[in-house]
């Protein structure tokens, strides 16, 4: 299994980045997935799930409106379009695979950093 993130960069705030996952060495379409984050010195955030069709979606309140999930099961590709930034969505961002039926993950990306700064 394995999870590759890219599109992380640096941003002023009120700009966006679209990042994404490249998923191999597994069925993606099976598999429910999620974004999470880490800032520096604080632990980590979940952001957004997207089941494995990609028809229900979720988000942390502190994303909701500004954030998008969603997927490419064809390409195996994990999405996460963010508009209207801000200095505190400032983190690494990780791509990760859900558990069947469960909230645990486990398998993890090595993550792509975003930076919010002006």
């Known amino acids: 299994v394995q999870l590759v993130e890219s599109g992380g960069g640096m941003v002023q705030p009120g700009g966006s980045l679209r990042l994404s996952c490249a998923a191999s060495g597994f069925t993606f379409s099976s598999y429910d997935m999620s974004w999470v984050r880490q800032a520096p010195g604080k632990g980590p955030e979940w952001v957004s799930v997207?089941?494995?069709?990609?028809?229900?979606?979720y988000y942390a309140d502190s994303v909701k409106g500004r954030f998008t999930i969603s997927r490419d099961n064809a390409k195996n590709t994990l999405y996460l379009q963010m508009n209207s930034l801000k200095p505190e969505d400032t983190a690494l961002y990780y791509c990760?695979?859900?558990?069947?039926?469960?909230?645990?993950?486990?398998?993890w990306g090595q993550g792509t950093q975003v930076t919010v700064s002006s």
């Open positions: 997207i089941n494995t069709g990609g028809g229900s979606t």
């Open positions: 990760a695979r859900l558990v069947a039926g469960t909230e645990e993950y486990d398998y």
